[in-house]
């Protein structure tokens, strides 16, 4: 057991050294339980920071000339109405052009589940594409963006119905000494 030496007390009055011992093992785990608590709330309090500097609004550098670069197209696909489908060309925050589908749930069975298709939305979406599209050179690489609109509520086979909807719009990329043929559009979601 670890122990520490006071110290005696001898001197001139002859008296006895006194050798006590201090039992080391409730510090030394007051000790380890005081570090773990420091190490645990450093990590919550490093979690709980917001990253911030102080910039200042404008160019980075006032007295070199910016370029301005207009916001990409992009084409938000609303699944919220019942009866339709609204396709709506978005540049920035401005509405560039809104195109109501009417939406048609074709459901077949493919073994024991159900397939729902959009025909009418996959080929809406084509011919939207081919006129407004901006990324249809087998060159540029970047894919257009899509967005779908959807509300909690939607089942997940109609939601799938639509991406495929969207994926079925293809475009040539160049790959090297070879062009390919793949989707045109990049998905992602908005959940209402």
Known sequence: MGGVDVGGGGGKGKRKSLDSEINMIPMIDLLMVTISFLLITAVWTHMARINADAQVPGPPRPDVEQEKTEPEKQLHVEMTAEDKFVLVWKQG????????????DDV???GAVEVVRYPDLAAKIE????????HSN???????QAILHT????????????IDAVYQTHREIQNGPKTEKLPAFNITFAVN
């Open 127 to 134: 011919s939207e594409w081919k006129a407004k599209g901006q």
């Open 108 to 110: 077949n069975m493919q």
């Open 93 to 104: 925050a401005t509405t560039v052009d809104s195109i109501d589908v009417p939406r048609k």
């Open 138 to 144: 087998p060159t540029d690489r970047k894919l257009d």
């Open 151 to 162: 509300d909690n509520k939607t089942e997940f086979k109609y939601i799938i119905g639509v």
